[in-house]
C-alpha cells in the first residue's frame, strides 16, 4: 500500500518543470509531465489508498463497521461509539467522516481529470471541456453539502478512517492531493490549448476552481490549522493557481502572489 507521501509525490510530477507565468505557447513543454501526471495520481487513486470505496460509499464511517461493498466487502475495526460520538448514537443516516468524503470525491473525479487532462488539442474547446468540467463541479458540489453536515460533529468522529483517528498531517495530505488531482489536469489542459480557445477554457477552469474553492473552505472551517499543512502538500502546483488567477482558490488557501 502507498503511502500518503508517495501519493502526494507521484502527483507532484506532473509539475516537473512547469513555468508559472508561462503564456499558452509555452505550456506544451510540460504536457508530457502533466498527462504522466495525471495518469500516475488517477491509478493510485484507484488503487483504493488505506482500503476505501474509491465510489464513496461509507467504508470506514463510524456508524458501521461492516460495509459492502460493490467490488467486494471491506471490514473495519469496531470502535467504542460512546467514546467517539460524545453520548451521541450514530445512525444509517449521519454523514460520513470527511476522510472517506474526500478520498471518495478524488477516486470519483480521477477518470474524470484524467480525460480532461490528456486530451489532444483540437479537443481543448468549451464544447469538449464544459461537459467533463459540469461533473467535476458536481461532485465537488455534492461532497461540499455533505462536509458541511459534519460541522456538529466530535472531531474523532469526523476525523475517523479505518478503525482510527487520523492526524491532521494525513488529511492534509488527503485534501492536498485532490487540489493537485484537479490541477494536474488544468496544467494538461494549458499545456495545449490554442490562443483562440484560451480565455474560454479559463474561464471555465476558473469556475470549477470557484466550486474547488468552496469545498476547501468549508473543510478548513471544520479542521483548524489544516491551511498550513495543505499550502505544503500542493507547493508544487501553487504555480498553476495562480496562473489561473482565481481569487477565492488563492484567498481560501492563503495563497500570496
Known amino acids: 500500500m502507498r503511502s500518503f507521501a508517495t501519493l502526494s509525490l507521484l502527483a507532484s510530477v506532473a509539475f516537473f518543470g512547469f513555468s508559472a507565468a508561462a503564456p499558452p505557447s509555452e505550456y506544451s513543454s510540460s504536457r508530457s509531465a502533466a ?3 495525471v495518469d500516475q495520481v488517477a491509478n493510485v487513486v484507484e488503487t483504493g489508498p488505506i482500503g476505501i470505496d474509491i465510489a464513496g460509499h461509507r467504508v470506514g464511517t463510524p456508524p458501521r463497521a461492516e ?21 451521541f448514537t450514530p445512525r444509517d443516516e449521519e454523514p460520513r467522516s470527511l476522510p472517506v468524503i474526500i478520498l471518495g470525491v478524488s477516486g470519483r473525479i480521477a477518470p474524470l481529470c484524467k480525460k480532461l487532462g490528456t486530451l489532444a488539442a483540437v479537443d481543448v474547446n468549451v464544447k469538449v471541456i464544459t461537459p467533463i468540467v459540469d461533473e467535476i463541479k458536481d461532485i465537488l458540489a455534492e461532497a461540499c453539502a455533505e462536509v458541511q453536515l459534519l460541522k456538529d460533529h466530535p472531531i474523532e468522529y469526523i476525523l475517523y478512517l479505518n478503525g482510527r483517528i487520523l492526524s491532521i498531517k494525513e488529511i492534509g495530505d488527503i485534501v492536498g492531493s485532490l487540489i493537485i488531482l484537479i490541477y494536474t489536469a488544468i496544467a494538461g489542459v494549458l499545456a495545449v490549448v490554442e490562443a483562440a480557445q484560451f480565455k474560454l477554457v479559463v474561464a471555465l477552469l476558473v469556475q470549477l476552481s470557484v466550486v474547488l474553492a468552496g469545498l476547501i473552505e468549508v473543510v478548513f472551517a471544520i479542521v483548524v490549522d489544516l491551511q498550513a499543512v495543505v499550502v505544503v502538500v500542493i507547493e508544487d502546483v501553487i504555480p498553476t493557481i495562480l496562473d ?14
Open 35 to 37: 498527462a504522466r501526471g
Open 67 to 87: 460495509v459492502e461493498q460493490e467490488a467486494g466487502v471491506v471490514k473495519t475495526d469496531p470502535i467504542n461509539v460512546d467514546v467517539l460520538n460524545n453520548g
Open 244 to 257: 489561473i488567477d482565481c481569487t477565492y482558490l488563492i484567498a481560501v488557501l492563503g495563497i500570496h502572489y
